[in-house]
């Protein structure tokens, strides 16, 4: 498995933006897409924005429109860009790999990493 590592969180108002980054020790094998995930305090781990290969994009409900994932496959890096930001986005935000078919995708692939800690302020 090629270690994920997350980046880029921090503490902003409400309103603020912040942009995360999903770096890659090296290119990975075996699927098709990348996906965020976040978990707040005392709560489940939830899917948050997928892209796949085709360049295809999908987004919980709640950050439609405030959103967008990205990648740079020249530098194994994706990207989630977080606009109007809201107390409710606050959590530790994770990143994996997946293989989806259409609309369906496998769980993730690999074990999960520390993640990076995004704290919205009202």
């Known amino acids: 498995q090629v270690p994920l590592v997350e980046s880029g969180g921090g503490l902003v108002q409400a309103g603020g933006s912040l942009r995360l980054s999903c770096a890659a020790a090296?290119?990975?094998?075996?699927?098709?897409?990348m996906g965020w995930y976040r978990q707040a305090p005392e709560k489940q781990r939830e899917w948050v924005a997928r892209?796949?290969?085709?360049?295809?994009?999908n987004y919980l409900d709640s950050v439609k429109g405030r959103f967008t994932i990205s990648r740079d496959n020249d530098k194994n890096t994706v990207y989630l860009q977080m606009n109007s930001l809201k107390p409710e986005d606050t959590g530790v935000y994770y990143c994996?790999?997946?293989?989806?078919?259409?609309?369906?995708?496998?769980?993730?692939?690999?074990?999960w990493g520390q993640g990076t800690q995004v704290t919205v302020s009202s």
């Open positions: 994996n790999a997946l293989r989806c078919s259409g609309v369906e995708c496998d769980s993730p692939y690999f074990a």
């Open positions: 090296g290119r990975i094998f075996g699927v098709n897409a």
């Open positions: 892209i796949i290969d085709d360049g295809v994009t």
